[in-house]
C-alpha cells in the first residue's frame, strides 16, 4: 500500500450561535475548514479535517494550510500511509514546524490504518476506555448575564464542564466568574479560560477576587513565566494550553509543576501520533488533560472523540464536540452528543463518510 495522492477541500463552517469571541476582541462568524483526503494505490481513501481559530489565535492559519500541503505532498508519494512514523519523521524532515499543515494527513492516515486493519482509530490508539466521552461547552465572551444565561441553558443539555471565555476587563471577568459560578451545581466544573488575555498583575487581581470559588484558570496570560507566577500565587486548579506545543514545553510545565490539567489540541501538537505521544507521557507523569482541537466540524469531532475514547478515564478531564458548534455536517458517522457525552465510532477508521454534496470541489490536488 502506498500514498498516490493526496487533495484537500475548503468548507465555510458557520456558527450556530452566530459568531465565537474569546479575549482581546477576537471573533468568528464563519470558520475556514479544510478535509484532507489520503488515496493509496489499493482504493482505499481516509479522511482528515485541520481548522485553525482565526490567523490570530496559534501560529495557523487556514489558507496555510492548503499552501503547505502542495509543499509537502511530493515528498510523502509512494510512503506506506500504515507506517505512522516512516510518515512523520519524513514531514518533519521536508517541512520544518508549521504542524498545523501535518495533522491533516497524519489524520487521514490514522483513518487509512484503521480501514486497512478493519479496526477503530481508538482501538489502535490503545483501546476504548469507558463508555462515552464527557463534554465542555465553551462559552463565548459576552456580558456578565448573558454568559451566565447562556452556561445555563447549556447545563440544560446535560453538559457538566464549562470552557469561560474571559481574558477581557478583569472587572468585568470578576462579574463573568461569579455569575457563572452561581447558577452550577457543586458537582460542575468551571474553567476560567483567558486564552492569553490579561497582564500578570490583571490575572492576580482576577485570581485573589474569586479565591473563595471552585474554578480552574487557565492559561491567564502570554508568555509561559508570566503563568508560572500567577500559577505560584494562587491554590485554583491550574490549567495551560498555548505554551504548551510539545514534549519539551511539557517536561518543562511537569518539572516546574505549573498546571494540574493540560489542554492537548491535535493540530497545535502536529497530528493523531504526536497527540499520542504527548497523551502518553502526560498519562505517565499523572496529569490530567483536556483531548481536543483548535476548531473544527464532523471530522475533527470523530478525531476528538477516538483520541479520547482511548485515553485512560481517571485522566481525561474532558473534551469538546465542535460539529454542534456549526451550521454545517460535512460528513456522515461523526460522533453526536448525548446529555454532554460523545462515544468514538466502532466503524474501521475514524467511522466517517465525507458528504461529497458539501465538501465541494478540490481545491489541492498532489499526485
Known sequence: MQIKRIFAH?????????????????????????????????????YGEVCPLGPFYLPAYAAGVRAGLKELGPHLL??????LGVLNQRMDAALKGHPYVKTGIDIACWDLLGKATGL???????????DSVRLYRAISQVPPDEMAANVASYSEQGYTRFQLKVGGD?????????????????????????????????????VRAVRDLDVYIEQPCLTYEECLAVRRNTTHPFVMDENIDGLDMLLRAKADLAMDVVNLKISKLGGLTKAKQARDLCVSMGIAMTLEDSWGGDITTAAIAH????????????????????TVSHADGAPQRQNGFMQASE????????KADVIGPVVVDVS
Open 10 to 46: 475548503r468548507v465555510e463552517l458557520p456558527l450556530v450561535e452566530g459568531s465565537y469571541k474569546w479575549s482581546g476582541g477576537k471573533s468568528v462568524t464563519v470558520f475556514d475548514s479544510t478535509i484532507v483526503g489520503v488515496e493509496t494505490t489499493d482504493g482505499l481513501i481516509g
Open 120 to 130: 477503530p482509530v481508538c482501538m489502535l490508539m490503545g483501546g476504548r476506555f469507558g
Open 307 to 326: 483520541f479520547a475514547h482511548s485515553t485512560p478515564t481517571e485522566f481525561r478531564f474532558t473534551s469538546t464536540d465542535f460539529n454542534s458548534y456549526v
Open 78 to 83: 509512494g510512503l506506506d500511509p500504515r507506517e
Open 347 to 354: 466503524a474501521p477508521g475514524l467511522g466517517i463518510t465525507p
Open 170 to 206: 478583569p472587572d468585568t471577568d470578576i462579574e463573568r466568574i461569579i455569575a457563572a459560578r452561581a447558577i452550577l451545581k457543586p458537582t460542575d466544573r468551571l474553567v476560567a479560560d483567558a486564552n492569553t488575555g490579561w497582564t500578570q498583575h490583571e490575572a492576580m487581581r482576577v
